[in-house]
Nanobody, 124 residues
Framework: QVQLVESGGGLVQAGTSLRLSCAAS????????MAWFRRPPGKEREFVAD????????HYADSVKGRFTISRDNAKNTVSLQMNSLKPEDTAVYYC?????????????????WGQGTQVTVSS
């Protein structure tokens, strides 16, 4: 089992930055792939970014590429999402996800563990 707790959401203006964090417990952190998903208002949950067990490989959704950066600290059991140049369309509940598979990919059904979510609202 893996427990995930997100933090760092809030209300910000377009063009500014926000950093989300996710603290993991319950399993050796370096053995799990981590990812961020989001659910915009009235829409399906969508992939944002993922990061490999060592942190050496990352993937991003096209909509956030160049603006968001995912990183992890295996010594602190945390994964972060640095979000820059935020847009109103980034407004969503952001979820941290984890799985022990080598490459769960951008599919939410492939992730076994989820945080409770944190709200990010970007005003124009």
């Amino acid at each position: 089992q893996v427990q995930l707790v997100e933090s760092g959401g809030g209300l910000v203006q377009a063009g500014t930055s926000l950093r989300l964090s996710c603290a993991a417990s319950g399993r050796t952190f370096s053995t799990i792939v981590m990812a961020w998903f989001r659910r915009p208002p009235g829409k399906e949950r969508e992939f944002v970014a993922d990061i490999s067990r060592t942190g050496s490989i990352t993937h991003y959704a096209d909509s956030v590429k160049g603006r968001f950066t995912i990183s992890r600290d295996n010594a602190k059991n945390t994964v972060s999402l640095q979000m820059n140049s935020l847009k109103p369309e980034d407004t969503a509940v952001y979820y941290c996800a984890a799985d022990a598979a080598l490459r769960p990919g951008p599919y939410d059904y492939a992730y076994a563990y989820w945080g409770q979510g944190t709200q990010v609202t970007v005003s124009s």
